[in-house]
Structures are given as C-alpha cells and as structure tokens.
C-alpha cells in the first residue's frame, strides 16, 4: 500500500509540451514543495493548464519528464497514479442523477477491485471525505440540485476519497462567486492542513496571494518566478504578467500581499 | 468601394449568364445521352434533321419531358431549401431532411391506399402532406428552444422523415395493390414520369412565383432579425406563413411528379450562397439555374452508370449531398442565417 | 441564495476531529470492522476473507424482471402466429411429444426464429449501451451514427455477389469498421458529444445507404427483391451460419462487457476525470468500440439495420435502473425482448401480411428518438 508518512515529490525535468507543432511549455524544471499549496498563475494562455495537464498525465509531454517520487509518470500503471496523484478537471460533468455519497464513492474506484468492492475502509474513507468537505447534510442530495459551491465541494470531496498525498486542481472556483469561492478555498487549505500536497491553477492573483503557500508565476511557457507570495508578488511581477500596475499593500490579519489601485501599465514591461 | 459592388454585381450577372448557358447545355446532354438502344450521335443527327422515328420517339415522348420535368423539379426544389433556410435562419434546413418531402410521400401513399388515383388529386395530396409536414417541423424548431440550435433542428428532422418513411412502408406491405404503384414513385426519380403531372402542378408553381417576388424584399429584411424586421414596416409572422405555403406548395408539387428526393435542397442553396453572398433574394436567382443543373446532371449519371437498367436519382443526391451535409457540419462555426 | 445570505453564513466549519488519524493511517482491514460495514444504500453485500461484492438490489429485481417478460415474450412468441397454439402445445413440443406438424412448427420454423430475434436485439442493445457510453452521448448509437447503414452496404454487396465470395457477417465486419472509421474519423477534433457528430454520423449513413440502393439497382430484379427485406431490416432471410456467428459473439461480447463494465461506470464522467480516478480512457475507449462495432455487424449480418433496437434497449434499461452504474445487462435483456415483441407483431398484427421488423421498431423508436430530441437541455451552471 501506499506509504503516505514520507511525503511525496512531484517535480517536472526538462519538460516541453504543445500541441501539434505548437510550443506551449519549453524547457521546463520544477519541483513542487510537499504538504503545501502551490497555486499556479499567470496570463490567459501562458499554459499554466497545459503544465498541470502534464503533471496529472492527461497530456504527454514533448520531451522531458515528469517526475513522482522520482519515478517517470509515463511508467506508472494508471491505477497505481490513482492512488498517488487524484485530478480535479475544470468542467467536471457527473452523470445525470448521481447523488454526493454516490458521486464520493467513485473515489474509492483505484483502491477496489472487483473482488473487492466496499471494504470497511471504503466505507470509513468515504464518511470522512464527506466530513472534512462539510456535506453531511447533503450525502444524499443529488448533484445537478447543489449549488456550485457545493457541488465544488462534492467532486473536491471525490479527490479527497481518493487518499491521495497528491491534489491537482484545475481552476477550481472559477465558475463561482465571491462566497462559493471561499468556501472552496477553505476546504483546500484544510486539506494542506492535514498533510496533502494541493496544486492549483488559479486565474485570479488575489486569492493566490491569499491561499498559497507557494506561488508559481508563468508567462510564456516559461516560470518567471516561485517562492512565497509575499516574497514574489512585486509590481514587476504584476506588470510581467498582466500588463497593469498597481500598488502593493500587506494583508493586516495575514501578511500576504494584497494588489490595490490596479490600473494598465503606462509603460511598458 | 461602390466601384467593386458594382463590378460584383456584373460578376455576378456574368456568373448567371454563364451558369443559364450551361444549364441550356445540360438540357442538350440530357436529350442526347439515355440508358436505352438510342446513342448521342443517332439522337443528334435525328435533332439536326434527320429521319429516325425510333431516335425521335424516344427523344421527344421520352426525354424531352424528362428533361422538362427535370427543370421544373430542380428550380422547385433549390427555391424552397432557400426560403426554408431563410425563415428557420437555418443553413442546414432542408425540406428533405426536415421531413417535408416525407410528408407528402406518406399523404400520397395513404391517399393511395385509400382509394384515390386522380393524378391531379396526388399533386393536392402530396402538398398537403407537405404542408402538414413543414408546419409539424417548424412547429418543433419553436418548442423548447430545438429551433435555436440548427443542429438539432435537423436531428429532429431526421427522425421525423425516418418515422414517416416506416409509415409509408407499413401502409405499402398493406395494400398490396397500391404499393405497385407507388412503390415505383416512392423511390425519387425522373423516369417514367408523365408530363401531364408536369402541367397539373404548374398552376402552383406559377402562384408561389408571384408569392416569392412579393416577399423576397420583406424575407430578407427578416435576415435581420424579427424585430428589426417589423420595426422596418414588415409584418414577420404573415412573411413567414407565407414562405411556409410557398415551401410546401414547391416541395408537394416536385414530390408529387417524381417523388421525394432529398439533400437537393439543401446543396442548392449552399452553393448559390456561395456565389450569391448573404443575401436571399440574389441568393434565390442563382437558384433557379443551379436547381435544374444539379437535377439533370444527377439524373443523366444515373441513366449512364448502371446502363442499360437506370439508378434511382434520389442515391445521387444522396451521394453528393451527404458530403455537403458532413461538411457543413464540421465547419467550426455555422452561421446562422 | 447567495443573495439573501451574508457572506458569513456560507463560511463552512470543516471538522478538524481526527482527519489527520485517517489520513495518514496505514489501511487496516481487521474482522471487527468487518461486523460495522454497512453496504451503501440500495446494495447488498457479501463478504469474506478480505473480499467483499456489491450487488445492487434493483438491478436484480430490474434482471429478472426483464429476463420473466423475455420469457413470457417468448412464449407468445411460440404460440402466436398463422396457427395459434395453445402454451401446453408449445411447451410439449419443446419436449420433444406432440404431433409431428407442432413439432415441427415450433422447432424447426418458430424457435430458430426466436433465438435469432434475441440474439440479434441483444446485441444491437449492448452494441448500443456500449456507443452511447463511449460516446457520452445518448444518441450515439450504431444505427444512428451510420454504422449499421455501413454494414448493411457492405453485406449487400456480399449477397448480391459483387464477385466476392466472404460470407455476409465478414463483409459486413469491414462495412461496420470502414463506417465507423469514418464518422469517428470524421468526428475528431470536434469531440462526440455534441449533435454535430451525430448529424456527420447521419450523412456517413446517408452515403452508405445510397451505395446499398446503387448495388441493388445494380443486379437482376429478382437478387434485389429477395435482398430488399434485409435491407429494412428482418428476420426473415437469415442464415443458419451467421445466426450461430452471432450467438458466440454475443456470449463473448457480453462477457467482455461485463468485465468492462466498472470502467463503463466511470467513462461516463469526462476523459480527465476518468484518468485522474485511475482508468486509461483511451484504451478503454478504443476496446469498447471495437467490440460494439464487432456486435453490430454479427447482428446486421443476420438481421439487417435494426439499429432502433439500440436506442431502445438502452432507454429502457437506464429508465428501469439507478444511475450508479451503466446497466449493461438490462439493456441487453431489454433489446432481445423488444426485439421480440416487435417481431411477434411484424408477424401477427397485419396477418397473413408480415411487416419487417425494421419497420415497427422505426415506427415505435423515430417518436421516441423525437422525444429525447425535444426535452429540455440539461444546464450545467
């Protein structure tokens, strides 16, 4: 079974990715750091998407390696990824009907068989998952008749299921507003909490500046920048990246840098 | 800027010419060319003056009439795809597809069945039915919103034709009697066709003439949008009944006199927008030349490929619309019209 | 709802307790846990030495229902016809006893027949359940993305003898596969979800119905009117070589099924989704084609395009099932008997006229195909 005590190291070597004869990703070498939040940001087509695509091995790299506990994930037998690495796509569409304790019980599927269908330990997991994503009260609810916070809250509740030390997230609250969001964003740093190691890619600086323990800045293919966000996030970076100035203050209750006055760059990057 | 409308517009008058010269053309080749015994050259020297009564009946009684009908069906066929594509501001809109000439081929043949065998009460029928088919699919475009989706639309379309056409199949192995007859007509084709069909549904034909020229101008401001049409001074839902009639009055006639054919409609106007751009009154002239082109060239491959025994017409629109079709489909984006 | 709640309201307490113990403690499967397992809701669960199989309740009582109605079908399907027999009659001549005429009524004409009609609506079903789930999309099913049509010009060719001597189910193999190719083919890139694929399947149909009516009118009178019916579809002219074909297909294809049937489950969410819970969708993906394009054109080549039966089978079995998981044998039980039913009437209704069983289920799915078009779009927010 999977050792979950040592944590586990997902880094990329060399990686380049693309489509067809276009490059999206050259060069690339990052290691991301273990029972942490990383986030993920950077311009629209920066191919921030593409990176994690290639991390979750929905994508096959160019050249390059993509590494697990120092293991080339393209060797891996799909299941035994399952049981490493669980992915939470941006537009995740359930089958029509299902209910969340349905829904969560997929995330048991690498870990059964079919000798092995519902184990005390599925049943244990599966409770769980719905504790910790706080949807008691709604295990039985179908998921076209949740909201989408909740129903965030239900496929995060999957991946949870899932007993991975590793969870990827793809643009996890974009579809949400403001409350829905933080919701989402608490549940992911519950999950750091207790050990995992959470990738996000995020569209919105501001709540990775909030969230992330460590912030990954992309632009080009190429990572400009990594650290935490109160040591990256500069008003070069911000310019670099989107083409805005802006003024940076510091959160009073967090610490973390918060992007005030934000208005298009007047010169220049 | 108006110099080059202007010179598209002589382009286009050429483009017109040329297409009417080559129809003319075809016309030639479809009285020359058969499946039977007669070849070109004994059709052609017969034409140019010579004596040959075998060569004369089978070009005059046989393939002259053929090639009428022909024009008749292929202009009536081309003029309605367009204005069913206008009014369901659908570029895949076809009465073919849709279920409009399926539903003139299940009214004729339970007319059939029924007991009725008046050539000229067939034609009646068979608008009718084409009628009743046309509003039952316009009727769906509106429910829920299907219409929205042109994709969709034809979906629906297609098993409402697939529906009627088991239904014609039923009541052909029914009546046994009947079936011989129709079961000949039920396959879309220009052989054996009598030109008094011709003459019997020319009267119709001649009123959606009149029709079209009256709302061609009103049609196209409807391209516009609803709105924008009746705030120009039209009044949309009679321009849309109207366009509907005039669908079903072609589509019933030509499937009255050589039975459903399909994917005409729909090529017809894809090529005429083509050369005619958007807008769908020029889009309806170029119509007229291309319908009747399409038909006879189809129909002279089908009396030559399998000679001495005849293809139905309806396999080679098939086979040549079905692409069009596959290709409209995957273009990234469909306009809607 | 947001609206009319402070934002405070929607801050969720996530319960801090013993998640940390959970995570992080080896998997320990030990017999006092086993007494505390509660299968989920709605199945049954047996148990011991370290395995454990779920069985969903209603999937048993939706299977052996179907399997009754088949029977029952079954029977009226032996009894009625030009000579109506009595059940006793039918089941002693099944034995072997009764009078040499039922005896040879039920045996050599009514069963073959039977069986013929079961196996082929199983495997249109299965075929169908299979396409639809590899396509996620309900329309897609092998008659109406133009596979059937395919198959059927292929087979035709065959049986018109287009100086080619392979037996009907091979061409019709290589009618299935090329048409398949080319609507997937033709597909890619634009995905399968949507309703351009199914329209390209339609028109790849289109194509291949017209090369059939080409080859038709292409041979004396008399070769096409015996191939016509089989072209619309029926029971009539089969073979006893492509019926047996079939029934080993079908119990193979059935079985490998049922083997995928887990990953079935799961193909049903998206591609990434799939991957990240541990099933290669692509190969699945490719093997799941493969076998409901194998299945169709076993079934083709003995019973013509009844492709309806595909969408038929399905709808009712998701109809009868919970959405857990793709109810691949319901769906199989559930074409054989429609497919039975649907002949029974082809035979009997219109009596001494039989109408060809592509006919009526045309007739009983084009309303129901219409149905599925016209409900409401589902919304994802």
Known sequence: MNNFRTPPTLATEALDMGYGTRRVIDGLDVALPSAKVTAIVGPNGCGKSTLLAGLARLHKPDGGNVLLNGEDIQRLPSRQLATQLALLPQEAIAPEGLTVTELIRFGRQPHQGWLRQW??????????????????????????ALSGGQRQRAWIAMTIAQQTPL??????????????????????????????????????????CRYADHLIAMCDGKIIDQGAPATVVTPQLVRKLYQVDCTLLSDPDTGSPLLANVRRATEPA | MKVALITRRLEQRTLLALLLTALVAVSVVSLLVGAGTVSPSQALSMLLGNENSEAYFVVWELRAPRTLIGIAVGMALGVSGALLQAVARNPLAEPGLLGVSAGAAFAVALALVLGASAASLRISVAQVGALVGCLCVLGVARWRGVGNDPIRLVLAGAAFSALLGAMTSMILLFDQRSADEVRFWVIGSLAGRRLEDLWAVLPSMAFCTVLIALIARPLSALALGERMASGLGHHPQLIRAMVVLCVALLVGAATAIAGPIIFV????????????????????????????????????????????????????????????????????????? | MSLSMPPRCLKTEFRKQDTAALLFSAPSIKAADEVSVIP??????????????????????????????????????????????????????????????TGFMVQELRLPRLVAACLTGGAFALAGILMQTLARNRL???????????????????????????????????????????????????????????????????????????????????????????????????????????GIGLMLGFVAALALARSLTILRFSEATANGLGVNAKARRVQILLLSVVLTALAVAVAGPVGMVGLIGPEIARALSTPRHVPVVAATLAGALVMVLADLAGRTLLAPIELPVGIVTAIIGGPWLLWILMRPQRSHA
Not at chain 1, 172 to 183: K, M, N, V
Not at chain 1, 185 to 204: I, K, N, P, S
Not at chain 3, 61 to 90: F, H, K, Q
Not at chain 3, 194 to 206: H, M
């Open chain 1, 119 to 144: 184990s005390a330990e599925d049943q244990r997991v599966v409770q769980h998952a719905l504790t910790a994503a706080g949807l008691e009260n709604l295990a039985d609810r179908p998921i076209d």
């Open chain 1, 167 to 208: 969870l990827l997230l793809d643009e996890p609250t974009s579809a949400l507003d403001l409350g829905h969001q933080i919701e989402v964003f608490e549940l992911v740093r519950h999950l750091a909490g207790h050990g995992r190691t959470v990738v996000m890619v995020l569209h919105d600086l501001a709540s990775a």
């Open chain 2, 265 to 337: 409609g729909l090529v017809v106007p894809f090529i005429a927008r083509a050369f005619a751009g958007p807008d769908i009154r020029r889009t309806l002239w170029f119509c007229l030349p291309i319908g009747p082109l399409i038909i006879l060239a189809a129909d002279i491959i089908s009396r030559v490929v399998v000679s001495p025994s005849e293809l139905p017409l309806g396999v080679l629109t098939a086979l040549c619309g079905a692409p069009v079709l596959i290709a409209a489909v995957r273009a990234r984006r469909l306009p809607m019209l």
């Open chain 3, 40 to 101: 989920p809701t709605g199945y049954w669960r047996w148990s011991g030495r370290g395995t454990s199989i779920l069985i969903e309740r209603r999937a048993v009582w939706v299977n052996t229902g179907l399997l009754l109605a088949l029977l029952l079908a079954g029977i009226a399907y032996l009894c009625l016809g030009s000579l109506t027999l009595d059940p006793r009659e039918v089941i002693s001549a099944l034995a072997g006893q009764g009078d040499m005429m």
């Open chain 3, 140 to 246: 897609a099913t092998p008659g109406i993305i133009g596979i059937d049509n395919g198959a059927t010009a292929f087979a035709v060719a065959s049986v018109v003898g287009m100086s080619v001597s392979l037996a009907p189910s091979a061409m019709a193999l290589t009618g299935a596969v090329t048409a398949a190719v080319l609507t997937f083919g033709l597909a890619a890139g634009s995905g399968t979800q949507g309703y351009r694929f199914i329209v390209a399947g339609i028109g790849v149909g289109a194509v291949f119905g017209a090369i059939t009516q080409l080859l038709l009118a292409r041979v004396a009178i008399d070769t096409a009117n015996a191939a016509y019916p089989w072209t619309v579809g029926s029971l009539n002219a089969r073979s006893g070589g492509s019926v047996q074909l079939l």
